[in-house]
């Protein structure tokens, strides 16, 4: 069984690639919808503003049983945990290869001066032993939520809505932010302490800018929007929809600012949101979202709103330096 670097896929590599990903979700669906070829192209051949990516795999000559995706974020010796994707068919589980591609792996991030690493996976499945038996500790469990918009009648959207606080002013935009709100969004998004505990990294006006530029290169459209408070903003909302929208969007960022919680700012630029996407993207008919399990304000909101819990994700991180070494 070889292992090789695919940083340059070819066509070919690029449809096995996928055929292992499409197995991996068909033994692990989570109500997830199927891969597509497409898209799994982009991810693996689309330059990403901001990071670098590396990817291997296992293979036994005729083709691809397992892959791995390293994604390095910033320069070389960046002050930021990398983040690990590994998929082995589930027919060609436990024979080592999880292990062989970790290893290699691993040896990317100690030549990139990387301290640690991220993976995000499904609950209850295979690749939490995995993690477990290779150095990762879980760090942030996610509940996966899905909201079926048909769910959600118009006048309950302009309800909340009328319900809006006195003084905050509600603003959209779709892809990059404007350049005068730049810096709010970067202090707005500090208000994410769960995620920050562990990422050790800072937002700043060239990172939100980096985010929407990473989704616009995948072909997607990022929508935000935010409610203002004088020039700052008090609380703010992300929805991507995917090129070729499938029916789907997915929920990225939300987060209200400490001083203005309590306000219900949180559901109203939701709603905002529910009214943006009706009038301007009626193709999407759901939306999926992940919220820290401890997270109860939010679970709240998403609640209120309508969202159902379909799946449960953990997130794991281990030190460069737990990891095994290629070879060993």
Known sequence: ?????LDDPTEAQIREWHDVVAAVHAGDPAG???PDLERTARGLLGAEPGARRRLWAASDGARLLAVAALRLPGEPGADRPAEIDIQVRPDHR???LGGRLLAVAAEGLRADGRSSVIAQVLAGTPAVPFLESHGFECVLTLRGMLLRLDDVPAERVARLLAEAPAGYRLVRWRGVVPDELAAALARAKHAMADFSEYEGTLWDALRVREMAEIVAKRGDDLY????????AIAGFTEVVVPSGCAGRAAQYDTAVVPEHRGRRLGILVKAEMLRWLAEERPEVREIETDNSGDNDHMLAVNEELGFRVERESLEYQAATGALPASGA
């Open 94 to 96: 436990r024979r080592g």
């Open 32 to 34: 997830d919808p199927a």
């Open 1 to 5: 069984m070889d292992v090789i670097a």
């Open 224 to 231: 935000t929007v935010a409610a203002l408070s004088g020039a």
